[in-house]
């Protein structure tokens, strides 16, 4: 019965990946004898299906007797896909980390100790705040269910109260989040430690530079920003994870967070500071352009509408993200 399907899934949900198949086997198997023994085989009724329901308690009662200890801040339901969205976002810091210093010595090998002290000191920045991040987002996770737990407490449990098992468009597949958390962990990453390589690299002979896209001297004031912007994207891509399905309370969540982080990014690039303000004059002492050449001023337009044209892809995404979460969270 659908009833009986409900509530395993109700309990295994809660348990590690591992063990989610094997226990609702012996779930099932279980219920099929306390109904057995109850009807004594003759067709069972619903009532009675409630009263083995009832007998065995709780589902989130039930998964906490088989997973043990109770004491954690990020729990069984969610460790596994903690542990392993850990290890990715750790291995791609890390390995952006090498291919940016591989990269720079490359092009300017005489330079080779600086960047790998630079790689060095990225590693000891990067790899704790991925972590802290990644950690962080997961115990918002273990929070949200754990003051949902709360809520419940004191109100007696029924059958009834068995949320019904998601269809399967509005479940998240774990491939979307994974994918999301791996390139807001590499942009990141490149933005904070390797943003003078951003911008129009120059070849004569060889590699002689890059005329970057933005100020040099004033972009550390926005690395705080830049850090929660992308902080909070990996946030969202994990309450995605945790989540497992689309609800109107995870749409909103995703929404506010894109919005806050639209916010964010809109102060940013429109700000005086935060773009090379003598762009085109090296592109022109670099010898990419010449100055009063039509190519000079196709290049010097579309530069001055960078910031309006990344607005609108920005916007366009920040509705579409919201709009595909909606539609897919009032799916039956």
Do not use: H
């Amino acid at each position: 019965m659908e009833m009986i399907e409900r509530y395993i899934y109700a309990v295994t949900q809660k348990l590690p990946q591992a063990q989610r198949k094997d226990i609702a086997d012996e779930l099932r198997g279980l219920i099929e004898d306390m109904l057995e023994e109850r009807t004594g085989g003759y067709p069972r009724k619903e009532s009675e299906v409630e009263a083995v329901l009832l007998e065995l308690g709780n589902p989130r009662e039930l998964a906490e007797k088989y997973r043990g200890s109770k004491r954690y801040l990020i729990g069984p339901e969610l460790f596994d896909s903690y542990m392993l969205i850990l290890k990715i976002v750790l291995v791609v810091v890390a390995a952006s980390e090498g291919i940016s210093f591989i990269v720079q010595s490359i092009l300017e090998p005489f330079a080779i100790l600086d960047y790998f002290i630079d790689f060095i000191v990225s590693l000891v920045i990067g790899l704790p705040m991925a972590f802290g991040w990644t950690t962080f987002g997961f115990a918002m996770g273990e929070l949200a269910g754990g003051i949902k737990q709360k809520d419940l407490l004191g109100k007696e449990w029924n059958p009834s109260d068995l949320p019904p098992i998601p269809d399967e468009k509005r479940r998240i597949k774990r491939s979307e989040p994974i994918v999301g958390i791996t390139f807001y962990a590499i942009v990141l990453v490149f933005l904070a430690f390797s943003s003078e390589y951003i911008g129009v690299w120059v070849f004569k002979n060889g590699f002689t530079g890059v005329v970057p896209f933005l100020n040099e001297d004033t972009y550390g004031k926005y690395l705080l920003l830049i850090f929660l912007v992308f902080g909070f994207g990996i946030i969202k891509e994990c309450l995605k994870l945790v989540s497992g399905k689309w609800t109107y309370k995870l749409a909103i969540n995703t929404t506010i967070v894109n919005v806050v982080s639209m916010v964010a990014i809109l102060f940013m690039i429109n700000g005086p500071e935060f773009w090379n303000p003598t762009f085109m004059s090296e592109l022109v002492n670099a010898g990419v352009v010449e100055a009063g050449t039509e190519a000079y001023d196709v290049v010097a337009k579309i530069w001055e509408q960078t910031t309006f044209w990344m607005l609108i892809l920005l916007l366009i995404g920040l509705v579409w993200d919201a709009v595909d979460g909606f539609r897919r969270a009032r799916k039956k």
